[in-house]
């Protein structure tokens, strides 16, 4: 993760506050930079908003295709052919790395735009989420305070590829 000095200063545009003199285009940059800090957070939301459509998409896809595999199978799955029990099992361990790669990235992408938040509540009256709400969760490291939605979604890909390994060696062996 970059320090926040130097996320700073790739945030702010030091040439434009030489430009602004004098108090009203003070107050016009001022009224500039509080619209670009909401503008941050809304989309920072919506980050979090698209993760979770992201997360009912693939639980949804993960459902659709487990069902079909096992319907297609039959009532005794240890009858289906092979080659449609190994393909289903390679779509839905697809699908789980696919998933988990996303939700990674969703997240990676939400601590980027955070950090930028925070950049700029340096320049605000209020540090309203980078020192407030972050320093009462405990940084996210105590969890008796604040567990990460992100670290816990990222388990259940692996909780599905895991089911359905072991759904497709219970069936092989049989």
Request: glycine share 6%; hydrophobic share 45%.
């Amino acid at each position: 993760m970059t320090e926040p000095e130097d996320i700073a200063a790739r945030v702010w545009n030091s040439s434009v506050a030489e430009h602004w003199q004098g108090p009203e285009a003070r107050e016009h940059l001022g009224t500039a930079v509080l619209e670009q800090y909401k503008l941050c957070v809304e989309m920072a939301d919506r980050v979090s908003a698209r993760r979770n459509l992201n997360n009912t998409f693939f639980l949804s896809l993960n459902s659709l295709v487990a069902t079909g595999v096992v319907s297609a199978g039959g009532a005794r799955a240890d009858k289906a052919p092979m080659w449609l029990l190994i393909a289903g099992l390679v779509i839905l361990l697809t699908q789980c790395a696919a998933w988990f790669t996303l939700i990674r990235s969703y997240r990676q992408l939400n601590t980027a735009k955070w950090a930028v938040i925070g950049a700029i509540e340096e320049r605000l009256p209020l540090y309203a989420y980078s020192r407030g709400e972050w320093e009462i969760l405990g940084k996210g490291s105590d969890r008796r305070k604040y567990v990460q939605l992100s670290q816990v979604e990222q388990w259940v890909p692996w909780i599905f590829a895991a089911s359905y390994l072991c759904g497709g060696i219970a069936i092989a062996v049989r």
